[in-house]
């Protein structure tokens, strides 16, 4: 394991409303030196919910993404807020994006997405014995649930039906884990 | 499937050397009006190499990650240039992080990170039949290679020791695509 390089500065060199960038200045263990950007923030995490309604169906919600502009199928998922508990979080994801909270719920392991860019962690987390109960989100519009029955999942990502990096990950790990449990 | 929202409008309003941000003016066909943020760019795509060393290892390379401030362990990957081939693109980062090229490259699917916020499509690549080429690439250190056999999957992911979402996904995939040619 190579040292790990020094962070000779930073500096904030553009933000808006949601995003921060900023600029760091590094100096390798072999003296190399170089200029990086990332997108600061997001340092509360971030949380994945895999809400099983049975051992072999997760529900996915589908939502209109403006980055992609299209509609995308993804696992419920939010910001941890400040001072809020990780699975609280979750549960309140679930209730406002699936309708449904959950009275057992398990953290699996936490994944990166784009860690040369953000620090960005995200818990993902399994929500079982669920129960109906709605809360109110921000969301435009009502989000649409569908259910995926796990032996399906192979076959709705290689149609291009589920594409999100995240989701597919935390689909293939749940399915791992349940059938340790079985 | 709901009406796609109209976009109204988009505006640049933070850029950097590396990244753009736009705002964009959505009218949902509910009639709500939000406004959202997005990184604009990376429209040539990306691709996510999974070199198979043999049909249970798979070659994956560690870097420091300066949003995690970190080394990660993850499978090579890369922006496609301008005009520049997406097989073509994956081969030459193979050569340039990992020293191989490769005489198969399948692709497997094409798959979102973050798709509210980016449109960013990052194409996952089988790579076989491989043979020892390294091309200079522009990193800041020698890169690390490490074979992961692809039954400790799991452990590695559980474990901490890979986190980034893609390479996960890609692992799976990998190892559902190998079983279905046996």
């Known amino acids: ?7 000779l500065a930073t500096q904030v060199v553009a933000s808006s409303e ?3 960038i900023e600029t760091v200045d590094l100096r390798f263990s072999n003296g190399e ?3 990086f950007e990332r997108l600061a923030g997001g340092y509360n995490g971030a949380v994945l919910v895999v809400p099983l309604l049975n051992d072999d169906t997760v529900l996915l919600i589908k939502e209109y993404c403006v980055g992609m502009e299209d509609y995308e199928y993804y696992l419920p998922k939010g910001k941890v807020d400040a001072g809020e508990a990780m699975l609280a979080a979750a549960n309140r994801e679930l209730k406002e994006e699936v309708g449904y909270g959950a009275r057992q719920l398990h953290e699996l392991v936490a994944i990166s997405q784009a860690p040369a860019y953000m620090r960005h962690r995200t818990h993902l987390v399994i929500a079982r014995d669920l129960y109906e109960e709605k809360l109110q ?3 435009p519009e ?4 569908l259910p995926l029955p796990l032996a399906e999942l192979e076959n709705w990502v290689m149609n291009g039906k ?3 990096a995240r989701s597919i990950a ?5 399915r791992a884990w349940l059938d340790k449990q079985r």
Chains 1, 2 share one sequence.
Do not use: H, N, S, W
């Open 33 to 35: 030196e170089r200029r």
């Open 137 to 139: 989100g921000d969301e």
């Open 162 to 164: 589920i594409t999100e």
């Open 170 to 174: 935390a689909l293939y790990l749940t």
């Open 142 to 145: 009502p989000l649409e649930v």
């Open 18 to 20: 949601l995003f921060c």
């Open 1 to 7: 394991m190579p040292q790990k390089p020094k962070i």
